[in-house]
């Protein structure tokens, strides 16, 4: 057995620990045997399958439209009206109403497809057959703020990803000059901004707000005392900057990434984002169609009809968010007038859609968080109905569809989802996906060390009955 010296025995001990300690800090920060940085950006990319939708206008009704007063007439509510309910109602108060409340308007059929529709919705019912309503849709929230994150997030709780995030994320964006996922926004909702939020996904996902009033996007134009020169060397000048800061210090910094990406994104959409914001070139015939001439509806139909411009240039997810659907009371005032402020703008984009062919490659929804109870609320003389999370639809109409179908139906009061037909926004968002060709179990990002998706953990399917 040999001697070593002291100084020989540190040395080996100081490498070995040494060595110990670097292996340690490159496991930390995830640089041991680390692939390269993945690289986020908005060009296209492949589809786990054939997609059916190249794109989505998502028009989201936050607040709970009383789709028993609109689509989906009971009866049966003309029978109890003003009695108590034959079965016990519950909502979002304790000892809520048990007073029935028949619908105030009158329904008739329209179409091939014999669809009954309330005096409320006019202009909806003449393209009533483009439609495929989901009739039996269910949340377990009963609060519109969890419930529109569960409608727009797939999750009750705040912090998670917007569909349209998810759907940017899976498939970029065939117009390069736009964003993938653009917000427009009617009146706003509970959760406000957070209903286009990208939350942990890279934020160049995240949704970007578009006003249909002025200039389109906030900064976007060139100010008058910059030429397009000097803008770019700008330009030039701070991407480097924050590609050497990425390259030096922050490799795996998601957040620097985005900024590079949308300080380029910013100076390609100062030309395109004004021309699709430009509606001189619609005719007047169409501005008409959509509503955009009348000053009670005009600000909802112009987002409607921008969505159409958006979609056709390109853009893979829109949603238009209106805010003015929660009638605790005086519903009979105030649900005629949020009807009318949107009625001629669903069907104009409907029409529009229709007769330009892009209903063939767009999925149109439409619906918000919840429904309304076919109870009043409290006996007064300005009667409203609370929050009904147990049963009530939304539609779909476009790519991939069966035009004219229903699938589930709810109690005879409207109260309650029936049987196995019963579905979650969860569905929905699976049925979404899959029709642009996305596998909801497969469109997955790795946070906090697992593999999370839109739907979660959450039950879910593509509800292929409403497939064509």
């Not at 100084?7 to 670097?22: E, I, K, N, V």
């Not at 190249?54 to 009695?83: A, C, E, H, N, R």
């Not at 926004?185 to 996904?201: C, F, G, K």
């Not at 994104?265 to 430009?278: G, I, N, P, Y």
Request: aromatic fraction near 8%; hydrophobic fraction near 35%; charged fraction near 20%.
């Amino acid at each position: 057995m040999s001697l070593i010296s002291r100084r020989q025995m540190l040395s080996d001990a100081a490498s070995g620990f040494g060595a110990a300690a670097l292996g340690w800090i490159l496991h930390q920060q995830k640089l041991l045997g680390a692939a390269p940085s993945q690289i986020h950006d908005l060009r296209p990319k492949t589809p786990h399958l054939t997609p059916k939708a190249k794109s989505v206008i998502y028009l989201y009704m936050g607040g709970g439209p009383s789709t028993i007063d609109m689509f989906d007439p009971k009866p049966v509510l003309k029978k109890y009206d003003g009695q108590d309910s034959p079965v016990k109602v519950s909502g979002r108060r304790l000892g809520v109403s048990q007073k029935v409340m028949a619908s105030p308007w009158e329904f008739k059929q329209y179409g091939q497809s014999g669809r009954w529709v309330s005096e409320l919705m006019p202009n909806c019912a003449k393209v009533i057959d483009y439609t495929t309503f989901l009739r039996a849709l269910t949340t377990d929230r009963v609060d519109h703020s969890t419930a529109q994150f569960s409608a727009m997030t797939g999750r009750g709780v705040a912090g998670f990803p917007s569909i349209g995030s998810w759907a940017a994320y899976g498939l970029g964006t065939e117009n390069q000059d736009l964003p993938a996922f653009v917000a427009l926004e009617d009146t706003y909702t509970t959760i406000r901004n957070r209903i286009w939020s990208s939350a942990w996904l890279p934020p160049i996902y995240q949704g970007t707000k578009v006003n249909v009033e002025g200039t389109p996007i906030f900064d976007v134009v060139r100010p008058k005392d910059i030429t397009d020169e000097e803008q770019r060397s700008f330009l030039n000048l701070v991407n480097d900057l924050n590609r050497i800061q990425k390259r030096q210090k922050y490799s795996r910094d998601l957040d620097l990434e985005a900024r590079i990406a949308n300080y380029e994104l910013a100076a390609r959409m100062q030309l395109a984002a004004t021309q699709v914001a430009d509606l001189s070139k619609e005719t007047e015939a169409t501005k008409k169609l959509y509503g955009v001439d009348d000053p009670k509806t005009a600000n909802f139909s112009t987002c409607c009809l921008m969505a159409r411009r958006l979609v056709e240039n390109g853009v893979r997810f829109v949603v238009v968010v209106n805010g003015g659907w929660d009638h605790h009371s005086n519903i009979k005032t105030d649900l005629p007038e949020v009807c009318y402020r949107t009625d001629k703008g669903i069907a104009g984009l409907l029409a529009d859609m229709k007769s330009r062919g892009l209903l063939d490659s767009t999925l149109v929804v439409w619906g918000g968080e919840f429904g309304r109870l076919p109870t009043v609320e409290q006996v007064t003389q300005r009667p409203g109905r609370d929050h009904n999370p147990h049963g009530f639809s939304i539609f779909m109409a476009g790519a991939g569809l069966k035009p004219g179908f229903d699938f589930g139906d709810t109690d005879e009061l409207g109260y309650s989802a029936l049987g196995t037909e019963k579905h979650t926004h969860s569905h929905v968002h699976a049925t979404i996906l899959h029709l642009m060709g996305l596998d909801f179990k497969k469109l997955t990002f790795e946070y906090e060390g697992r593999n999370e998706s839109l739907t979660g953990v959450n039950p879910a399917r593509v509800i292929t009955e409403v497939l064509a």
